[in-house]
């Protein structure tokens, strides 16, 4: 059996976004190319024409019921779309909600920060003076000292690598922290 045709038999014939019951394309999910069952979704036209540029933004309230796929590669596109809509209540909320293995999230952000810019565990973009929260205890490299979850980072800046964030943290000293272990307050 082909790939897409194992594909259509996994989404019963349906957009794997949407549900619509529409003519399907394979989209392979970036950074693969390739068509195969783990990689690439089944989506319809609108879908597929929208994904790297949401224009229908209450189209893709749809994905309040697909990011809960249990297909890998539907919840990559899910949370990538919640992203790119994330300035919507209703797709932050989603987000917050959305649970990935790590695998898959790394995988979901990989191409996500093409701009460099550094996003949080819920895919939100962080920027220059925004107060974060630390989302679980992280060794300090060199020592044997933990900055603890719950730690409130204040006024960050961001430098050359687009995936570490810096600030003081309650008035102290200055440290760099991985933006994806940290939520925005």
Known sequence: MSSEATMLERCQSKCELCAAEAPLTAFAVPPHSHVTVDYAIMV?????????????????????????????AVQVTAWRQLTRLNSETWAQDALDIMYMEEDQMNWAMT???????????????L??????????????????????????????????????????????QSMYVIAEFTRKK
């Open 111 to 125: 191409g996500m920060s093409a701009d460099d810019k550094p996003f949080d565990c819920n895919g939100v973009e």
């Open 127 to 172: 920027k220059k003076g925004d107060d974060v929260t630390v989302i679980k205890d992280l060794p300090v490299k060199g020592t044997n000292q933990v900055i603890k979850q719950g730690t409130v980072i204040r006024g960050i800046s961001i430098g050359n690598d687009p995936k570490l964030v810096s600030g003081k943290a309650n008035g102290g």
């Open 44 to 72: 319809c036209d609108k879908c597929l024409g929208e994904i790297e540029d949401p224009q229908d933004i209450n189209h893709w309230r749809c994905l309040n019921d697909s990011m809960w796929s249990q297909v890998p």
